[in-house]
């Protein structure tokens, strides 16, 4: 295979992603409007100061809703990292899956391709969501708009991978709801995204240590650093591990040989 052949693989599965998202507009305006509504809401009922957990001293306090918004930004690219996982399961039920996969591409390449044409969606919303944010106040400096893209990219990798891997193991699209309440919103909750992590440790050291692997909570506060041109170095770290690991669990999940779909199979 040429390189060239590659680059029109992937050019073929962004474009397929890309125009799934424009027609399915239902997708786009719920991407906006869930976070859009926590971010109103929050506001208008938590509006009080809070201790600020990005820049000692942390005796800075910022407005409830300025600290909640890159978390809102990260619960976009969760929500979306599921829908494409949904797709992946959508695709699967169709055959076209299967078409693909049985093309001479390498399969870690094919759901490379499918992660990055997700990940791309995911940016965008992120950046929209952004703009409207900037109504309620929500102005992080000029550069924060560009250092947060490689903070977007790399979260988005991360859950876009963790959606992979989930839908290497629903069976059929129906039970697809039911795995979303017992990840996204675990997930979701238990991590920095609606309140700083020394807050939590005075509350519950077990919840503290559980923010701390969760995976999500390393992506809202890369992504948190990043809006005000800091780098939380630990944070990425954790995400490309977190990352590393979902692939290879995916690539496996996905390979018919010995994955999670030939033990399906065989079980039926």
């Not at 965008?124 to 969501?129: E, G, T």
Request: hydrophobic residues 55%.
């Amino acid at each position: 295979m040429t390189v060239g052949q590659y680059v029109i693989c992937l050019n073929g599965v962004v474009r397929r992603e890309a125009l799934r998202w424009f027609n399915q507009r239902g997708r786009f305006i719920s991407a906006l409007v869930r976070p859009l509504v926590w971010l109103v809401i929050f506001a208008a009922g938590f509006h009080f100061v809070l201790g600020v957990s990005i820049i000692p001293p942390y005796e800075t306090y910022i407005p409830y809703e300025v600290y909640i918004a890159p978390g809102l930004v990260a619960m976009i690219q969760l929500f979306n990292g599921m829908q494409s996982s949904l797709s992946m399961v959508y695709d699967r039920e169709m055959g076209s899956m299967k078409t693909l996969l049985i093309s001479p591409f390498p399969r870690w390449y094919l759901l490379l391709a499918k992660l990055l044409a997700g990940v791309a969606v995911s940016v965008v919303q992120s950046y929209i969501f952004l703009a409207i944010a900037w109504f309620w106040e929500i102005e992080p400096p000029l550069s924060g708009y560009l250092a947060v893209l490689p903070a977007l990219i790399l979260s988005g990798l991360m859950l876009g991978a963790l959606g992979l891997v989930l839908s290497s193991f629903i069976r059929q699209l129906e039970n697809f709801a039911g795995v979303m309440n017992f990840v996204i919103f675990p997930m979701f909750f238990t991590s920095s995204a609606l309140y700083p992590l020394w807050r939590v440790q005075e509350a519950s050291l077990p919840l503290y240590w559980l923010c701390q692997i969760n995976p999500f909570t390393h992506a809202t506060e890369l992504i948190r650093f990043a809006l005000y041109d800091k780098f939380n170095a630990t944070s990425a770290a954790v995400l490309v591990a977190y990352t590393i690991v979902f692939m290879i669990v995916a690539v496996i999940g996905y390979d018919p040989a010995r994955g999670l779909m030939a033990r399906r199979a065989g079980a039926e």
